[in-house]
């Protein structure tokens, strides 16, 4: 599986693109804003867009995904429904930072934990981190070790947890119990800014690391 990161919104939320090299078949992850950005990525590397896939309702990360769907006729995936809350508004939020243009919306599909998602000849595992938001949900791609987390975990710190329905606790079980589980050599693209290695994280990050 290929993956390309798209930055967007003056937010730079890390939209990413993952796609199986054989078919071309591809997943958009969180088109938070820019939609044509997105669409340019996506003909640029002659992708076949299956379906986009949300990890949480904030509107950087799910703000052009209506856009998205209804240009390229595809299925919106997740969150979990818990976080319908803050789908239903997308607009109005987005509008409080500045940021115009995202529409609200309901899914083709809820995802929880143990789903799975095929796109092409790729296999996403779901799994179901609440904390940031009640509905968050990683997904991971267990052939390259990849997992994309949203915003449960950035190198050197965690998602805020100062949002409605946010849960600090929860946010700290859900990286300890699930994600680190994973392994140390799983590397992660976050919601924001570089990717890192939970392995590295666990050792060394100030809020969930072995020493935090």
Not at 31 to 43: F, L, N, S, W, Y
Request: aromatic share 10%; charged share 25%.
């Amino acid at each position: 599986m290929r993956y390309q990161i798209v930055p967007v919104t003056p937010l730079e939320q890390n939209c990413t693109l993952l796609w199986c090299e054989e078919t071309r078949a591809a997943a958009i992850v969180d088109p938070g804003g820019d939609a044509e950005r997105i669409i340019a990525a996506v003909a640029a590397e002659k992708l076949k867009p299956a379906l986009a896939l949300i990890t949480h309702g904030h509107f950087d990360h799910a703000g052009a995904a209506r856009e998205i769907a209804d240009h390229f006729a595809i299925p919106v995936m997740g969150p979990h429904e818990r976080d319908l809350f803050w789908l239903e508004r997308i607009f109005e939020v987005g509008q409080s930072y500045g940021i115009a243009g995202g529409r609200s919306f309901k899914p083709e599909q809820w995802l929880g934990d143990g789903d799975r998602i095929h796109f092409g000849k790729e296999e996403l595992e779901v799994l179901h981190c609440p904390g940031h938001t009640p509905g968050h949900v990683v997904f991971y791609h267990r052939a390259s070790r990849l997992l994309l987390v949203g915003d449960v975990l950035f190198q050197g710190s965690i998602g805020r947890t100062d949002f409605p329905g946010s849960k600090h606790t929860d946010l700290i079980a859900s990286i300890r119990e699930k994600l680190f589980p994973l392994g140390d050599d799983v590397r992660f693209i976050p919601g924001h800014g570089p990717m890192s290695v939970l392995g590295y994280e666990r050792q060394y990050n100030p809020f969930v690391g072995d020493n935090a």
